[in-house]
T-cell receptor
Framework: DGGITQSPKYLFRKEGQNVTLSCEQN?????MYWYRQDPGQGLRLIYY???????QKGDIAEGYSVSREKKESFPLTVTSAQKNPTAFYLC??????????????FGDGTRLSIL | KQEVTQIPAALSVPEGENLVLNCSFT??????LQWFRQDPGKGLTSLLL?????REQTSGRLNASLDKSSGRSTLYIAASQPGDSATYLC???????????FGPGTRLSVLP
């Protein structure tokens, strides 16, 4: 089945540590996105990538980094500079065909907590 | 800056009721609007996508309407079932090739 796989499902970070969240898709989508979800708030965009080897900052990129070396993969690193990383992280992808007309598809998320 | 709100924040109804969820956005110049469903601890599932030129979209028991001039969209759920219990989010795309702005969601509970 085609879809988006996020791993791990749960992740714990120690103070001063960088952690990387994995996102893989087999939908042949060009565009991929990372969102952060906090209780009672809507999703907020961290980074997005419309094509391999290119990515753009979203609304809350500080303390995060990404790479897009392969079409299928868009890993997110939460750095020690992100002072409040506890949240639910969601990865999404969409087709660029008819850009803007295609729905976004989401993974099942990674819940990150501070130890 | 586009802002999206959803009222109510939570809703509890008995099984079989028809219900309406509301989504409001501050900038009426949107490209399209998407409704999602989110089950606890899970990602989002796309329900309906309405283009800015459309007034409504239907899928099974779901009907979504869009009134750009008033900055509103509604999601109508007919004959609600306990399996409909979830959080429903709306999101607006600001322009061609741009990204979504999400509302905070409405948490729906359908009681058997």
């Amino acid at each position: 089945d085609g879809g988006i796989t996020q791993s791990p499902k749960y992740l714990f970070r120690k103070e001063g540590q960088n952690v990387t969240l994995s996102c893989e898709q087999n939908l042949n989508h060009d565009a991929m996105y990372w969102y952060r979800q906090d209780p009672g708030q809507g999703l907020r965009l961290i980074y997005y990538s419309q094509i391999v080897n290119d990515f753009q900052k979203g609304d809350i990129a500080e303390g995060y980094s990404v790479s897009r070396e392969k079409k299928e993969s868009f890993p997110l690193t939460v750095t020690s500079a992100q002072k409040n990383p506890t949240a639910f992280y969601l990865c999404a992808s969409s087709s660029r065909q008819g850009v803007g007309n295609q729905p976004q598809h989401f993974g099942d998320g990674t819940r990150l907590s501070i130890l | 800056k586009q802002e999206v709100t959803q009222i109510p924040a939570a809703l509890s109804v008995p099984e079989g009721e028809n219900l309406v969820l509301n989504c409001s956005f501050t900038d009426s110049a949107i490209y399209n609007l998407q409704w999602f469903r989110q089950d606890p601890g899970k990602g989002l599932t796309s329900l309906l996508l309405i283009q800015s030129s459309q007034r409504e979209q239907t899928s099974g028991r779901l009907n979504a309407s869009l009134d750009k001039s008033s900055g509103r969209s509604t999601l109508y759920i007919a004959a609600s079932q306990p399996g409909d219990s979830a959080t429903y989010l709306c999101a607006v795309r600001r322009g061609y090739g741009q990204n979504f702005v999400f509302g905070p969601g409405t948490r729906l509970s359908v009681l058997p």
